[in-house]
């Protein structure tokens, strides 16, 4: 670090020497100094980043070497003791290649946390490695033409340098990647575990499929029109065999487990909701609609699931899903029909059309009763209909316009001629029948279109309705879950490949374990040659190979598994991730799972949380995790999820078209203007895109602020769960508060060793001592004369100043207990949002209120020099200043490092540890170190602070007390504060007498004329109120 030697630091050295000759104390002379001071040492953030970075390193390095060491006595004491195990977790980032805002909001947060707790004293573990397969990857492959492992190494490589430019405190020793043969392995294991125990199964399913590329697409890269996001050519729906895992066994642990999750507000209210609504579980009925043919043709009943039984009567169609066997039957000899299937896939999923089928008709089951009324006999036309999806229920739906919105809306843009039917009304005489306009969704009365059970509510009917059909064999009860089995093979060379073999003669049979890992070939030729179609399936020396089980040729299984698969248990390999023969062993599972906290975006709040908890019961079933069961299987035991990061962004407002940075004039940041125009820009937050020109490196900025001002700023500018409006300018503020900071501990440093070592003690038992001293004057004690004598000013002789001496050490002593009651506080508060609400942006704004404290207390010598020979306030903040330090040390890191090392009187790295043990062994009075010396450590190994109980004791000795009378304020006064035992009437007494006794309260509230207005005489009031312990108090007279 570079130290700026100018004038200011001449000027204190020119007037230390002066003051010497002058024969003044040190005191004076520093606050004439002090007074001069300006920011003047250079204080290079990026720098400190670099120099902490290094050093930790360091320690890291030693400190793993100490724990292999035999000399038990080398080692560190937390390494000696067990300490409470914390996991705290990020989710693991997929490796683009560049670390961008959100990614280091979410490290910010998550490694906070981890250095909050571990100061604590908690053993935690702080994991990260990499999501490394997928997509994203096998494009960029196609399009460079160079292997996607390749791709994913020099990515990996370039966001952990980022990440570790972010000054985070990560187990690297940890670290994996799941694209890594040994870590898929295990992947490939868990796979197999599944398969044995009967999760996993084959079944047809609907997929994307490109022609032209012959390879299955994503929903994500098939787009509005149906048309494939490479080949630009149409995409087609096919049939393929895929591989299932049976998530649907789980769907009411799944289910269960979110009630406990819900307690005490461990997980966010948001996630479960979507959770809940993600499985969806809802109970009806499953009712039969038979089917009439006009062409000779049978088809069985269509059945559906619904809800509602009770609109049972106000069904006026039947829609089917493109996948139901019926339209998929009749579409073979229907080629309108089969034109209008080819255009679902680009519809938008709100699509209203509907393919009316010709020559079938569908029957609603009340129609065999005499007593239905007409309407509901007669037959029902069919539909397919793109809104009816074929994972949930059977992939077909009744129609009931009057009371389903998505039906209510199908029929008007189908049916605008024919009327809605309404069975079902808020009251019983329907005299609040629904708008003829919008369906009534509500539960009521069902209406004289019901027939015999016009008037009952929509619980009787429904009893009675189900009943009638279950009788009839035309329905049941039933309930139904939207979750559906989880489909888990992709056509795709970028993931986990599927261990199973197909042997003709033995169908699939499991790769043995010992065979593991099937490892992906090369398939350079496919890259470097742009081939089409999954590059496994032209693999030919790795698809051909013999059945493990009759020995026979056999070929290996080409889908690879989908890459949330990796994510739903990389989380139980950290623990133990150099594990070569398992996936984790039960013990190291048993000791760190679940996680304690994870952290990540909302954006994952239902499938990829939704997987992990069903592995994670899955496994906690099995011998790898014993103790899971304890835990219901529960991966996460909190989770929190934070916000999204919105950049600025600048609009012309003549065209509205985005602005790029170079488009605009920023000279006055609070004043921009397009340059070509010279109108001021419209500004606004949004999610960012390279579109919109509004994206922000983090590494430039890291770079430019330094690492701990982009953190602090990240965490202070929006609470950790709602959007962050990334505004750089803001910037400036957490600078000058680190700045402030820095230059106050360089002005103070010198005087604290010294004084610190020479008053000893911690502030609470100063507070108590002086306390003491305060009493005993009160008491009439006197005090040694030469305490009593000070130096003149002008040097020339003493002046006694025992008169003056109890107030101008009583205005101290109230200095010094406002300081170290803000610390209290403060420590109170930040320790609350640090391990309860999370409330960093508070924790923030909190430490730099305490900053203020700190400083005002230092200027408190200024303004008062003669009160300054009695005060201890070097004492106080010193160790205000230490607090406030270790306060700030988990999101500042390298700062608070910085600083510690500078208010520390021992400067480690002038003598090793060691070596000063040695000399204080040797001569222990050479080194005279403060109280709770913390010689030569990082700050990291102090305990985070924790109230002294002092707070209460340090209450202010006086109060401001609002005085009313008859309801209207007359004064306000400042008595002192009340006992905290007075009560009642005592209470009343004592805070009266306490008025009356000050000189306002003598003149203007004991009767007699003021201005030539009548006073009150409080002490003649008929009541007395007193509100808050004396802060106001109400005389009626
Ligand atoms: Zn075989």
């Avoid at 001629?417 to 919008?438: G, M």
């Avoid at 069961?629 to 065209?655: C, I, N, W």
């Avoid at 397009?674 to 900025?701: A, H, L, Q, W």
Wanted: net charge neutral; with cysteine.
């Amino acid at each position: 670090m570079k130290r700026t030697f100018c004038t200011c630091v001449r000027r204190r050295i020119v007037w230390l020497e002066l003051g010497k000759s002058l024969g003044g104390s040190q005191r004076q002379i520093s606050i004439l100094v002090n007074r001069n001071y300006k920011a003047s040492l250079d204080l290079n953030l990026p720098a400190l980043d670099r120099k902490w970075r290094l050093r930790w390193e360091r320690q890291r390095l030693q400190r793993a070497l100490r724990r292999f060491s035999p000399l038990w006595t080398l080692k560190e004491p937390e390494e000696r003791e067990s300490r409470e195990k914390m996991y705290i977790l990020p989710m693991f980032p997929y490796p683009s290649g560049d670390l961008h805002l959100g990614h280091l909001r979410v490290y910010t947060i998550s490694d906070v946390l981890a250095r909050f707790r571990r100061m604590q004293g908690y053993d935690v573990m702080h994991p990260i490695g990499w999501d490394a397969f997928g997509l994203p990857a096998e494009n960029a492959a196609i399009e460079r033409g160079i292997d996607p492992a390749t791709w994913t190494k020099q990515n990996i490589k370039k966001m952990k340098s980022q990440l570790q430019a972010m000054n985070g405190f990560w187990d690297w020793d940890r670290e994996f990647a799941t694209c890594d043969p040994s870590f898929y392995k295990h992947t490939q294991r868990l796979f197999l575990l599944l398969h044995k125990a009967g999760f996993v199964y084959q079944a047809e399913s609907v997929v994307n499929y490109d022609p032209v590329d012959k390879t299955v697409l994503a929903n994500e890269q098939v787009d509005v029109n149906g048309f494939s996001w490479r080949s630009g050519i149409k995409v087609e729906q096919r049939m393929l065999k895929q591989w299932f895992l049976r998530i649907s066994e789980f769907r009411q642990e799944l289910l269960d487990g979110l009630k406990d999750l819900s307690k005490d507000g461990a997980w966010p209210e948001r996630v479960l909701a979507m959770q809940k609504n993600w499985i969806g579980k809802s109970s009806g009925a499953r009712i039969k609609f038979p089917v009439v043919a006009y062409d000779q043709q049978t088809h069985s009943d269509i059945e559906v699931f619904t809800t509602r039984p009770d609109t049972l009567f106000g069904v006026q169609y039947v829609a089917l899903a493109s996948t139901h066997p019926i339209v998929q039957g009749l579409a073979k000899t229907d080629a309108e029909l089969q034109a209008f299937l080819d255009t679902i896939p680009a519809l938008p999923p709100d699509s209203k059309v509907g393919y009316i089928l010709p020559h079938v008709r569908a029957l609603n089951p009340l129609a065999y009763e005499a007593s239905t009324p007409d309407a509901t006999k007669a037959s029902l036309p069919i539909y397919v209909a793109p809104y009816v999806l074929d994972d949930y229920g059977d992939g077909a739906v009744m129609g009931v316009p009057g009371h389903d919105i998505r039906d209510h809306s199908f029929w008007k843009h189908n049916r605008h001629h024919d009327p809605v039917r309404v069975v079902i009304s808020q009251s019983p005489d329907e005299a609040t029948t629904a708008l003829s306009n919008e369906p009534f969704v509500n539960h009521g009365h069902l209406t004289e279109h019901s027939g015999p059970y016009a008037g009952q509510t929509t619980a009787e009917a429904t009893t009675k309705i189900v009943a009638l059909l279950e009788s009839k064999g035309f329905g049941s009860k039933a309930e139904t879950w939207r979750l559906r089995d989880w489909l888990i093979s992709r056509q795709r060379y970028w993931g986990t490949p599927i261990p199973i073999i197909h042997c003709d003669e033995c169908g699939p049979v499991p790769v043995p374990e010992d065979q593991l890992p099937v490892e992906l070939p090369p398939v350079e030729g496919h890259w470097g040659e742009g081939k089409a179609g999954n590059p496994l399936d032209h693999a030919h020396s790795w698809v051909n190979t013999s059945c493990p089980s009759c020995g026979g040729a056999a070929k290996r299984d080409t889908d690879t598994l989908d890459t949330f698969v990796d994510s739903s248990w990389y989380f139980m390999r950290f623990p133990d991730s150099k594990n070569e023969e398992a996936p984790f062993s039960p013990e190291a599972a048993n000791a760190s799972l679940p996680v304690d906290l994870y952290i990540g975006g909302v954006e994952h709040a239902i499938l990829h949380l939704l997987y992990a908890r069903f592995i994670s019961k899955f496994v906690a079933t099995t011998p790898l995790w014993p103790n899971g069961r304890k835990f219901a299987g529960e991966p996460f035991k909190q989770v929190l999820t934070q916000g999204m990061v919105h950049g600025k962004t600048y609009t012309d407002p003549a065209s509205g078209r985005f602005l790029k940075s170079e488009e605009v004039d920023l000279t006055d940041p609070t004043n921009p203007v397009v340059i070509t125009s010279g109108e001021r820009p419209n500004i606004s937050y949004e999610k960012m895109s390279k579109s919109k020109y509004n994206g922000v490196d983090p590494g430039i900025c890291m770079a430019k602020y330094g690492a701990d001002v982009t953190r602090a700023h990240i965490l202070f500018q929006a609470p950790v769960s709602e959007v962050l409006e990334w505004d750089e300018e803001k910037i400036a503020g957490i600078t000058r508060w680190l700045r402030r900071l820095y230059d106050f501990i360089q002005q103070n440093q010198k005087d604290w060793g010294p004084i610190t070592s020479m008053m000893g003690g911690m502030p609470k038992s100063r507070f108590i001592a002086t306390q003491e001293v305060m009493e005993g004057l009160e008491r009439g004690m006197k005090l040694p004369n030469m305490r009593a004598a000070r130096p003149r000013r002008d040097g020339k002789g003493f002046v006694d100043v025992t008169g003056r001496m109890k107030e101008n050490q009583l205005k101290c002593f109230e200095e010094d207990k406002k300081l170290w009651r803000a610390v209290q506080s403060t420590i109170k508060n930040v320790t609350e949002s640090y391990s309860k609400t999370y409330s960093l942006n508070t924790i923030v704004s909190d430490l730099m209120a305490l900053t203020n404290a700190l400083i005002d207390h230092g200027n408190f010598a200024i303004k008062d020099a003669e009160a300054q020979d009695w005060r201890t306030d070097k004492f106080f903040t010193y160790h205000a200043t230490l607090e406030l330090l270790k306060m700030m040390a988990p999101m500042t890191p390298a700062f608070a490092e910085e600083c510690w090392y500078l208010a520390s009187p021992f400067r480690p790295g002038t003598l090793t540890v060691t070596l000063a043990n040695i000399v204080n062994r040797i001569r222990p009075r050479t080194l005279v170190y403060p109280e709770n010396d913390q010689r030569g450590k990082s700050i990291f190994d102090q305990p985070f602070p924790t109230t002294d109980g002092t707070f209460e004791m340090l209450a202010p000795s006086t109060q401001t007390c609002a005085v009313q009378v008859n309801g209207r304020l007359r004064l306000v006064v400042e008595i002192p504060a009340a006992p905290a035992d007075l009560k009642g009437e005592e209470l009343e007494k004592w805070v009266v007498d306490k008025i009356v006794a000050t000189e306002e309260g003598k003149q203007r509230l004991l009767g007699g004329q003021e201005k030539g207005n009548h006073v009150p005489d409080i002490k003649k009031a008929k009541k007395v109120i007193i509100v808050k312990g004396g802060k106001t108090v109400n005389f009626v007279v």
